[in-house]
């Protein structure tokens, strides 16, 4: 039930607040920097799967073992530390083999990871405690 609760939690805050991100602030962003390299159509499915695998990952590494001892800090810094790994091996791998991959979009990617990643993880942490 723990689990379900956190899961649940990170998802919940996890797709706000991208969907806030990709759809209203960097609306325009992603296709001035690489929208030459986007397809017309986001697959939804795949996006759906990394939804899920990325938010599992985060419930076990960064949620659970604050729910069990650490707090919310641990939460937050644990989940923080995923986005800089997750999103930051996503845009220097992109920087280093891609032509025409902007620094920039790197960077801002990662820093998104990182809070975006720490918030879910708060959000799964808090989840979490509730009802116990």
């Known amino acids: 039930m723990i689990f379900t609760k956190a899961f649940v939690g990170s998802l919940a ?23 030459h390299l986007m ?17 599992l990952g ?7 073992p604050a729910v069990r001892g650490g707090g919310w800090s641990e939460a937050a810094l644990s989940g923080a530390v995923l986005g800089l790994v997750a999103y930051g091996t996503y845009g220097f791998t992109n920087l280093a083999v891609l032509r025409e991959w902007p620094l920039a979009m790197t960077l801002v ?3 998104w990871g990182v809070v975006l990643t ?3 993880s708060l959000g799964g942490f808090w989840a979490a405690q509730w009802g116990r």
């Open 39 to 55: 397809a017309e159509n986001a697959q939804l499915g795949a996006a759906a799967v990394f939804y899920l695998v990325y938010l």
């Open 109 to 111: 990617d990662t820093a």
């Open 13 to 35: 805050v996890f797709l706000v607040l991208d969907l806030l991100w990709l759809r209203v602030i960097t609306r325009d962003y992603y296709p001035r920097q690489i929208g």
């Open 118 to 120: 720490g918030l879910a």
């Open 58 to 64: 985060l419930v076990h590494l960064a949620v659970l």
